[in-house]
């Protein structure tokens, strides 16, 4: 399943048009998968 999962942030993240897009997608992932309780992006410390 993890393999999966994987694969799947790849795949996202090569869709993403510009780079911009791809870290801030990466940057939102990194958030939910830390699950803190921080419910606003400007938490992140990515973008």
Known sequence: ???HAQELVYTLKE???SSYQ???L???LGLFLQA????LPQHCHGV
Do not use: R, S, T, V
């Not at 803190?36 to 419910?39: A, R, T």
């Open 22 to 24: 791809k870290d801030n």
């Open 26 to 28: 990466e940057a939102m």
């Open 1 to 3: 399943m993890l393999a």
């Open 15 to 17: 869709l993403m048009p």
């Open 36 to 39: 803190q309780g921080h419910p």
